[in-house]
């Protein structure tokens, strides 16, 4: 089968690269984590905010991001703290509420910079 025109899995990125300044704390140090958004290409109709899996990264997304977005919806995402373009200890996920946390600043910060109610 053909892939969709436009929408090829390598090389694809995210139009708007660490848009929030997102800072979270890690042993101790404070660490940075890259935010990612894919506008909607007409108006918005809602608003994505995705999720990577362990051992991955926000990018491997993108292409999902650029089908929503062509389809009306908004999508952010980031890379959680230690992958992809994070700082922090490398693969090293401490709890499931401290990823819990960094999502929710990642969605305040969305809703407060963007005006999504």
């Given at each position: 089968m053909a892939p969709l025109?436009?929408?090829e899995w390598r090389g694809l990125v995210f139009p708007e690269i660490d848009i929030l300044d997102l800072r979270v704390e890690q042993n101790g140090k404070e660490i940075k984590l890259k935010s990612y958004r894919w506008p909607a290409s007409d108006e918005r109709k809602a608003?994505?905010?995705m999720m990577h899996g362990y051992g991955s990264c926000c990018p491997h997304t993108a292409v999902v991001a650029k089908y929503?977005?062509?389809s009306g919806y908004e999508v952010f995402g980031m890379d959680m703290r230690g992958m992809g373009e994070?700082?922090?200890?490398?693969?090293q996920l401490d709890n499931c509420e401290v990823i819990y946390n960094d999502y929710w600043q990642l969605i305040f910060e969305a809703c407060k910079k963007f005006k999504i109610n």
């Amino acid at each position: 089968m053909a892939p969709l025109e436009g929408f090829e899995w390598r090389g694809l990125v995210f139009p708007e690269i660490d848009i929030l300044d997102l800072r979270v704390e890690q042993n101790g140090k404070e660490i940075k984590l890259k935010s990612y958004r894919w506008p909607a290409s007409d108006e918005r109709k809602a608003v994505v905010f995705m999720m990577h899996g362990y051992g991955s990264c926000c990018p491997h997304t993108a292409v999902v991001a650029k089908y929503l977005a062509r389809s009306g919806y908004e999508v952010f995402g980031m890379d959680m703290r230690g992958m992809g373009e994070s700082e922090g200890v490398r693969g090293q996920l401490d709890n499931c509420e401290v990823i819990y946390n960094d999502y929710w600043q990642l969605i305040f910060e969305a809703c407060k910079k963007f005006k999504i109610n």
